[in-house]
């Protein structure tokens, strides 16, 4: 059996030495390179916070008819775009025309009344005149009758007639003036509408009520954007006043509505500039700035607010609802209720 080299052996030993040192280095310095990764990434991103429980909001106007009536023409299908004053659909006009007319056929009709009462004061004038010059007559008859009583020329009955006679002549003068004055009365008018006759202003008012009301059979659409919600308007169906018949959702005016918890708050303000990813559109990346943070939890403004005054309270991390403005302009259809991400430097 051959002896072993010790020259050899004491190389073997050399070379394996500072493999073993190798290791020994390489096992420590993974744990540090990651630690320090860890800690350079967390001061890097120490003033960030972020959240994927946003969404995109956009302003939906609800439209409905201010009169009632059944529906002749729709000039609008689902998701189509309109510009504001658009023709959306329109209720049949007929029984608002008709109330012209009647309002028409009421101003005549005080016209005419009008015509009356300014003819009955012309005849209460006539009246008085006459009654007045009966009652000259008959003051001078009074009078003539009494010196002949005097002298012993006439009856007693004679001169009662003649008093008689002029009592009713002073009675005729002051109903003929009463007749004036009520006639005068009948055609005065108010200080909210001096010199014209309430009856003929009340005709007018109706007419104007009824030719607005005609204007609003037609309606259209008071914003730009997309119809939404069109099948609820059908040819022939009634419509009732105040119901809402269609939707116009205004795609042009987009923002995000990010609900941050309440632990992410503290340092953020109005300003601050905000990085917006979608989950719809994976390569699309937005810039944006806190438009305003909201003044309550979404809990307090929920239907069924949370009552926590109860011995089963838990406490729960709130969400604050925080509007992201969109200051880029998006290379894609932006559509209300879209899931996004919204990171904001708090350090800036």
């Given amino acids: 059996m051959a002896e072993a080299d010790p020259k050899m052996d004491m190389d073997t030993h ?25 800690v350079g990434y967390y001061i890097a991103n120490d003033h960030y916070v972020s959240t994927d429980n946003a969404y995109v909001q956009q302003d939906k106007v609800s439209i409905s008819a ?22 959306l659909f329109r209720i049949d006009p007929e029984p608002y025309r008709i109330a012209i007319e009647q309002a028409d056929a009421s ?25 007045r010059e009966d009652v000259a007559f008959y003051e001078k008859e009074y009078q003539r009758q009494a010196s002949l009583m005097q002298d012993g020329f006439t009856t007693r009955a004679r001169l009662q007639a003649a008093e008689h006679a002029l009592s009713d002549a002073r009675s005729r003068v002051a109903s003929a003036e009463a007749e004036a004055t009520k006639a005068r009365a009948a055609l005065a008018t108010g200080s909210a509408a001096p010199g014209v006759n309430p009856a003929i202003k009340a005709g007018q008012v109706q007419r104007e009520q009824a030719l607005l009301n005609l204007s609003r059979t037609t309606v259209r659409a008071p914003v730009s954007g997309i119809v939404s919600q069109a099948d609820r308007l059908q040819v022939g169906q009634m419509m009732v006043q105040g119901l809402p018949g269609v939707t116009i959702v205004a795609s042009d005016r987009s923002w995000i509505e990010a609900n941050f918890k309440e632990t992410d708050l503290a340092q953020m303000r109005v300003g601050q500039p905000a990085e917006i990813t979608f989950d719809a559109y994976p390569d699309l990346k937005l810039r944006g700035k806190v438009s305003s943070i909201g003044a309550g939890t979404g809990s307090e403004f929920s239907v069924l607010p949370a009552q926590n005054a109860n011995g089963n309270w838990v406490k729960v991390t709130q969400r604050v609802p925080v509007r992201i403005m969109i200051t880029d302009k998006p290379k894609r259809k932006m559509i209300a209720g879209l899931s996004a991400h919204v990171r904001i430097d708090t350090d800036k």
Avoid: C, H, W
């Avoid at 050399?14 to 860890?38: D, E, N, T, Y």
């Avoid at 201010?66 to 023709?87: F, K, S, T």
């Avoid at 016209?111 to 005149?129: A, F, M, S």
């Fill in 66 to 87: 201010e009169v009632g009536g059944r529906i002749v023409e729709v000039a609008v299908r689902e998701n189509q775009q309109v510009q504001a004053g658009d023709l």
């Fill in 14 to 38: 050399i070379q394996k030495k500072p493999r073993r040192f190798a290791r020994i280095a390489l096992m420590f310095s993974v744990p540090l390179l990651l630690i320090a990764g860890g």
């Fill in 107 to 131: 101003i005549a009709a005080a016209q005419v009344r009008v015509t009356t009462l300014q003819t009955d004061y012309q005849t209460t004038g006539i009246d008085i005149e006459s009654a």
